[in-house]
């Protein structure tokens, strides 16, 4: 790790417990470093927190009044965000709709100060049979799809924003798209999640949630999801260390290891895990603490690529391999490699090109505005895609993901 990225864990670490930097005069080698860093991770407010009244804010405190002020316009978007979810969310009830709330606001409030943990939108799991009426629910509200021309019925889910408080919210009909041949799987442990729902209670606004066991479980499985498409920001490693420190006694760590083990991700999780106790001062669940992993490389992984691996367009095109790589062995078949990369499956461009999911057979299509994007963006290289590519699934063998 290089010096911003050892100051951004440490400065994390601080925050999640509501301590200050330790930082004297000149431990930052490069403010601009260590602000590109929080920003690219979505952690900008948690590290500004860590900052405000720190030794090194009263000898530096140009970089560290540039870096709150950043902040704080995020923090009140957020409070504002938050306050126009909870007020949807009473009107939902008040017909009678209780979508179970996944992430978003439940990871907020573990933390110290919710609105310093950024979301851009809330998650919501519904009974795919009322899919009519959260649409006509949504639609009596002022929102509107984001997508046109898109089939209610046979989207696995559905955004919506509202055009003045522009709330974003996801609709999911199951936790994870089921036409995905990598991680489709992952939905079968939420099988009756909807039935194990339980209620919580913010800011005097009761909410169903997905119950502790499911919701970590949940947790762990969309962070594999986000490492096969491209990668997993250290923010959702906080969310995992802070809800298993929160919700550790109500969890059932026996189903939660053994479903993680039968998704092939048991050394994954162990892996996030270890991170958030050396680097973020959480501690290691003793369900996953006989496994022994090299954290390391996982670490490594998630610094260079950001929230959601969006740091880098080779790292996103690179996706297309690692979630071939998992769907080849799932399915029985070979590897497509580089073919992979320069003409990938309708199910892994499916995120990027919705229209996929209706329409297949436009795959050439996708193809060609794909070429495009190459084409339009010279720091993106198919060869450099695939090496990250080849990097990338090397860590899925040496996390036993697929052998």
Same mark, same amino acid.
């Given at each position: 790790?290089?010096?911003?990225?050892?100051?951004?864990?440490?400065?994390?670490?601080?925050?999640?417990?509501?301590?200050?930097?330790?930082?004297?005069?000149?431990?930052?080698?490069?403010?601009?470093?260590?602000?590109?860093?929080?920003?690219?991770?979505?952690?900008?407010?948690?590290?500004?927190?860590?900052?405000?009244?720190?030794?090194?804010?009263?000898?530096?405190? +140009? %970089?560290? /009044?540039?870096? &709150?002020?950043?902040?704080?316009? *995020?923090?009140?978007?957020? =409070?504002?965000?938050?306050? #126009?979810?909870?007020?949807?969310?009473?009107?939902?009830?008040?017909?009678?709709?209780?979508?179970?709330?996944?992430?978003?606001?439940?990871?907020?409030?573990?933390?110290?100060?919710?609105?310093?943990?950024?979301?851009?939108?809330?998650?919501?799991?519904? +009974? %795919?049979? /009322?899919?009519? &009426?959260?649409?006509?629910?949504? *639609?009596?509200?002022?929102? =509107?799809?984001?997508?046109? #021309?898109?089939?209610?019925?046979?989207?696995?889910?559905?955004?919506?924003?509202?055009?003045?408080?522009?709330?974003?919210?996801?609709?999911?009909?199951?936790?994870?798209?089921?036409?995905?041949?990598?991680?489709?799987?992952?939905?079968?442990?939420?099988?009756?999640?909807?039935?194990?729902?339980?209620?919580?209670?913010?800011?005097?606004?009761?909410?169903?949630?997905?119950?502790?066991? #499911?919701?970590?479980?949940?947790?762990?499985?969309?962070?594999?999801?986000?490492?096969?498409?491209?990668?997993?920001?250290?923010?959702?490693?906080?969310?995992?260390?802070?809800?298993?420190?929160?919700?550790?006694?109500?969890?059932?760590?026996?189903?939660?290891?053994?479903?993680?083990?039968?998704?092939?991700?048991?050394?994954?999780?162990?892996?996030?895990?270890?991170?958030?106790?050396?680097?973020?001062?959480?501690?290691?669940?003793?369900?996953?603490?006989?496994?022994?992993?090299?954290?390391?490389?996982?670490?490594?992984?998630?610094?260079?690529?950001?929230?959601?691996?969006?740091?880098?367009?080779?790292?996103?095109?690179?996706?297309?391999?690692?979630?071939?790589?998992?769907?080849?062995?799932?399915?029985?078949?070979?590897?497509?490699?580089?073919?992979?990369?320069?003409?990938?499956?309708?199910?892994?461009?499916?995120?990027?090109?919705?229209?996929?999911?209706?329409?297949?057979?436009?795959?050439?299509?996708?193809?060609?505005?794909?070429?495009?994007?190459?084409?339009?963006?010279?720091?993106?290289?198919?060869?450099?895609?695939?090496?990250?590519?080849?990097?990338?699934?090397?860590?899925?063998?040496?996390?036993?993901?697929?052998?």
């Amino acid at each position: 790790m290089d010096d911003s990225s050892k100051l951004l864990l440490q400065a994390l670490s601080c925050a999640l417990h509501g301590e200050r930097v330790p930082w004297e005069a000149g431990s930052v080698p490069s403010w601009p470093q260590l602000r590109h860093l929080a920003a690219a991770h979505s952690v900008l407010p948690l590290v500004a927190q860590a900052l405000w009244g720190s030794p090194i804010a009263a000898a530096e405190p +140009e %970089p560290v /009044k540039a870096l &709150a002020s950043r902040a704080r316009m *995020l923090v009140t978007a957020q =409070a504002q965000h938050t306050g #126009d979810f909870l007020l949807l969310y009473r009107q939902l009830l008040r017909r009678g709709l209780s979508p179970v709330v996944m992430k978003g606001i439940v990871c907020r409030s573990l933390y110290p100060f919710p609105e310093q943990r950024p979301s851009v939108d809330e998650d919501l799991l519904i +009974e %795919p049979e /009322k899919t009519m &009426a959260y649409h006509e629910a949504f *639609l009596s509200l002022g929102f =509107a799809l984001t997508e046109k #021309d898109i089939s209610l019925e046979d989207a696995p889910e559905l955004s919506y924003r509202h055009p003045v408080s522009r709330l974003y919210i996801e609709l999911h009909k199951y936790p994870f798209p089921p036409e995905s041949e990598a991680y489709g799987d992952c939905n079968a442990p939420f099988a009756h999640a909807l039935d194990r729902a339980v209620p919580f209670v913010f800011l005097d606004t009761t909410l169903y949630t997905l119950s502790p066991t #499911d919701h970590l479980l949940f947790l762990i499985c969309h962070a594999y999801k986000h490492f096969l498409h491209s990668g997993v920001g250290i923010r959702q490693l906080c969310d995992i260390g802070m809800f298993a420190q929160r919700y550790g006694q109500e969890i059932d760590w026996q189903r939660l290891v053994r479903e993680c083990a039968s998704l092939r991700i048991d050394q994954m999780a162990a892996a996030m895990f270890r991170i958030a106790e050396c680097r973020l001062g959480l501690p290691m669940p003793d369900a996953f603490a006989d496994l022994t992993v090299d954290e390391g490389p996982l670490l490594e992984d998630i610094l260079n690529a950001g929230l959601y691996g969006t740091e880098d367009e080779n790292r996103l095109h690179s996706g297309t391999m690692t979630l071939d790589a998992v769907a080849a062995v799932k399915q029985g078949r070979k590897r497509r490699g580089m073919l992979a990369t320069l003409f990938p499956s309708a199910d892994s461009l499916a995120t990027r090109y919705p229209y996929l999911r209706r329409k297949p057979w436009l795959l050439p299509v996708a193809w060609l505005q794909r070429a495009a994007g190459y084409l339009r963006k010279r720091e993106t290289r198919a060869g450099e895609s695939v090496r990250i590519g080849e990097e990338r699934i090397a860590l899925l063998r040496q996390y036993q993901v697929i052998d």
